[in-house]
């Protein structure tokens, strides 16, 4: 029997920055011409994580940390489909922070989309890795995603947004949905979505984020310039936020993952269901995400 299960009203608090990413996740997939049927949403845990449960797409709520891993093997067993996985620094960059950097290695064309306010907001404001130090009793200096994004050399997207600037945040989505969708390889955006409840940085982030785009020199094919670029912004105490990283060739020779493993893009869930028929190919593929 298949149920179909409908959105339900968001149980966030209100003014949290994670609405921005709901609407901008909605408008960009509308704008880029998604079907919903072929749109999948695998959340993460924590308070973000609950966003496929108030969009009308497909949805999965993924074990914590490991919601990469599911969207990846969703992503191989039927390549057609658009996947997204969304949730927290928290569940990201703590317990699935394994994950979190395998994907861009991987390469397998999805977004990955976290939704960073630098605390774990639903079990009541400890620090996340994100934190600075001082925030609840915090003695570490923060984890930052673009400089680590950006020092792997794959064939991926790279963006930071900001909640408080909607519009950015969904033209970043629609370039990033397109890049995984002409399966260029894995889109990474991280948001800057404020915990209202916990830790309210709308006010000081919106005073010191800075597009990068406008710097002098800024050339996002080049993650030499853009790390740089990134490095100086944050010495100086500002937030660099737009996009750090795009390819400048499509594909190249670092092809994307589902490509590499599955040329004529039939992956098991749209193969011909006599397993003795694609036994050897099955195997190759499970061997290979090992
Ligand atoms: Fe958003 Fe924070 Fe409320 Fe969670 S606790 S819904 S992150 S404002």
Same mark, same amino acid.
């Given at each position: 029997?298949?149920?179909?299960?409908?959105?339900?009203?968001?149980?966030?608090?209100?003014?949290? =920055?994670?609405?921005?990413?709901?609407? *901008?996740? %909605? @408008?960009? !997939?509308?704008?880029?011409? #998604?079907?919903?049927?072929? /749109?999948?949403?695998?959340?993460?845990?924590?308070?973000?994580?609950?966003?496929?449960?108030?969009?009308?797409?497909?949805?999965?709520?993924?074990?914590?940390?490991?919601?990469?891993?599911?969207?990846?093997?969703?992503?191989?067993?039927?390549?057609?489909?658009?996947?997204?996985?969304?949730?927290?620094?928290?569940?990201?960059?703590?317990? =699935?922070?394994?994950?979190?950097?395998? *994907?861009? %290695? @991987?390469? !397998?064309?999805?977004?990955? #989309?976290?939704?960073?306010? /630098?605390?774990?907001?639903?079990?009541?404001?400890?620090?996340?890795?994100?934190?600075?130090?001082?925030?609840?009793?915090?003695?570490?200096?923060?984890?930052?995603?673009?400089?680590?994004?950006?020092?792997?050399?794959?064939?991926?997207?790279?963006?930071?947004?900001?909640?408080?600037?909607?519009?950015?945040?969904?033209?970043?989505?629609?370039?990033?949905?397109?890049?995984?969708?002409?399966?260029?390889?894995? !889109?990474?955006?991280?948001?800057?979505?404020?915990?209202?409840?916990?830790?309210?940085?709308?006010?000081?982030?919106?005073?010191?984020?800075?597009?990068?785009?406008?710097?002098?020199?800024?050339?996002?094919?080049?993650?030499?310039?853009?790390?740089?670029?990134?490095?100086?912004?944050?010495?100086?105490?500002?937030?660099?936020?737009?996009?750090?990283?795009?390819?400048?060739?499509?594909?190249?020779?670092?092809?994307?993952?589902?490509?590499?493993?599955?040329?004529?893009?039939?992956?098991?869930?749209?193969?011909?269901?006599?397993?003795?028929?694609?036994?050897?190919?099955?195997?190759?593929?499970?061997?290979?995400?090992?």
């Amino acid at each position: 029997m298949v149920e179909s299960v409908k959105s339900h009203a968001s149980t966030w608090c209100p003014g949290c =920055g994670d609405f921005g990413v709901l609407a *901008a996740v %909605k @408008k960009a !997939a509308q704008e880029v011409g #998604i079907p919903p049927n072929e /749109e999948v949403l695998v959340g993460g845990i924590g308070c973000s994580g609950g966003i496929h449960n108030f969009i009308d797409v497909n949805g999965i709520h993924a074990l914590h940390g490991r919601l990469l891993a599911q969207a990846i093997g969703i992503k191989l067993a039927n390549p057609k489909l658009t996947v997204i996985a969304a949730g927290g620094d928290g569940d990201g960059y703590a317990i =699935g922070m394994g994950h979190f950097m395998h *994907a861009f %290695k @991987k390469n !397998a064309s999805i977004l990955y #989309i976290v939704m960073m306010n /630098e605390t774990y907001g639903l079990t009541k404001g400890q620090a996340a890795p994100t934190a600075p130090i001082g925030y609840e009793g915090n003695v570490e200096p923060p984890f930052d995603a673009m400089l680590t994004a950006l020092s792997i050399p794959a064939h991926n997207f790279i963006a930071r947004t900001f909640s408080g600037d909607p519009r950015t945040m969904t033209a970043t989505l629609v370039e990033a949905l397109k890049f995984t969708r002409g399966n260029q390889g894995y !889109a990474f955006v991280e948001d800057l979505s404020p915990c209202v409840t916990y830790n309210d940085t709308f006010k000081d982030w919106r005073q010191r984020v800075v597009d990068v785009s406008k710097l002098e020199g800024y050339d996002a094919s080049n993650r030499h310039t853009m790390f740089r670029l990134c490095l100086e912004t944050m010495h100086s105490g500002k937030i660099p936020i737009g996009v750090m990283h795009r390819p400048k060739t499509p594909n190249g020779d670092a092809q994307a993952l589902e490509l590499k493993l599955l040329p004529d893009l039939i992956g098991p869930a749209n193969a011909d269901i006599d397993l003795e028929l694609n036994r050897e190919a099955y195997t190759k593929l499970l061997r290979s995400v090992g």
